[in-house]
């Protein structure tokens, strides 16, 4: 689908992605050595796209993960241990460094940090144009419908659109994120194990001045925010300045994975009103007690909340497996997948194309889970 034109009018559409905001993050650093090489493999094929398509997406500012707790010091381990084993050098930073290098930014004394300088954050519009662009080129066909129904029979796949198309395939992929419940796109009797969970963003408006002060600041991510915060112990992001369609400049702040969660969508209906929506205005009210605990000195013109919406599989990973011997999936982000987006589509097609798992990671970990299996 367009993404323009359905982040533009989402009164009237019911179907929806998170690729319609303008800025998701991409790093290394992660506490998970699969993760972190997947982010890795990614990030070192941007520039391949990018000249082959002429469509930049990505901003290399680096990313910054910040530890202000002693409990969490495992963590940073973790993080340089997965950055090694992925090949590449991370940049331990003490709390004076910190304040040196970044000094809008506010964090207790006793903090440390990690900073990515392969990670920054991509454009996921401009990231599925540009992939889009990559498969025509290769002599793809781009169909902009919806899909409504998939069937299989006597060794074909027929996919059924809203738009009465009918296109038969010996194979197909499933990559439909957080909808693939609620349309009939499983064979009967396969219903895959998945959380859908609400996300709030806030945005703050920037003046040129402040997004000519804020010209070196990276991604943020902050593990603790203060010790005197109902959000203390979770983790959240901080997008630096980013230019959206509209042509305002927006500083993105969220709440990442992590104890608090806001709830469950169950039903396409209650994911449409979601969507349509401007978020929780709890969370909201979270963000923004934090961001002025990170950034105190942050000047902003106007301020507003938005909706997302991420998809979570039980074992954490992305389920990229087949379903039947012609039917593959590759679903459920997480709410940390923009990273390494690309490398799991790559997985994803090597396994379509060959009918088995075909990749140098083991494959159970990206296995589905289902909440009820038909007996074969």
């Not at 367009?2 to 559409?13: A, G």
């Not at 905001?21 to 796209?49: C, F, M, N, Q």
């Not at 530890?67 to 993080?79: A, P, V």
Request: hydrophobic content about 35%; proline content about 4%; aromatic content about 8%.
């Amino acid at each position: 689908m367009d993404s323009h034109k359905i982040y533009d009018d989402r009164s009237t559409t019911t179907i929806f992605a998170s690729h319609y905001d303008e800025g998701r993050i991409t790093r290394v650093s992660d506490t998970d050595p699969v993760l972190s090489l997947l982010a890795k493999r990614s990030i070192e094929r941007y520039p391949l796209i990018e000249s082959l398509t002429g469509i930049k997406f990505f901003e290399k500012t680096g990313v910054l993960s910040v530890i202000s707790n002693e409990k969490q010091k495992k963590q940073l381990h973790q993080f340089l241990t997965a950055m090694e084993r992925a090949g590449t050098t991370p940049c331990l930073l003490k709390s004076k460094q910190i304040e040196e290098d970044f000094p809008y930014l506010s964090f207790p004394v006793d903090s440390s940090a990690i900073l990515d300088n392969m990670g920054g954050h991509i454009s996921p519009r401009k990231l599925v144009s540009a992939h889009q662009m990559a498969a025509s080129l290769a002599g793809c066909q781009i169909i902009h419908d919806v899909v409504s129904k998939v069937v299989s029979f006597d060794g074909y796949i027929t996919i059924e659109t809203e738009q009465k198309r009918s296109i038969s395939a010996k194979k197909v992929l499933i990559a439909t994120g957080g909808f693939t419940p609620f349309r009939h796109l499983l064979p009967y009797g396969f219903k895959l194990d998945l959380k859908m969970k609400t996300s709030t963003i806030l945005k703050f408006e920037l003046n040129d001045k402040e997004v000519e002060r804020l010209s070196s600041m990276p991604v943020v991510i902050p593990y603790v925010f203060s010790a005197s915060h109902q959000t203390a112990k979770h983790r959240s992001y901080i997008l630096p300045p980013i230019k959206y369609p509209n042509g305002k400049w927006y500083l993105k702040l969220g709440l990442g994975n992590g104890p608090v969660q806001e709830f469950t969508l169950d039903n396409e209906d209650d994911i449409t009103r979601w969507y349509q929506g401007t978020g929780s205005a709890f969370i909201a009210h979270q963000l923004y007690d934090a961001m002025l605990n990170i950034m105190p000195g942050l000047k902003y013109e106007n301020l507003e909340s938005d909706s997302c919406m991420t998809t979570h599989t039980k074992s954490g990973k992305c389920c990229i497996d087949m379903v039947t011997r012609n039917l593959g999936i590759a679903v459920g982000g997480n709410g940390h997948a923009a990273k390494m987006s690309d490398e799991l589509g790559h997985i994803a097609a090597r396994m379509i194309l060959k009918g088995t798992w075909d990749y140098d990671v083991q494959g159970q970990q990206f296995q589905a889970a289902y909440k009820i299996q038909a007996k074969m």
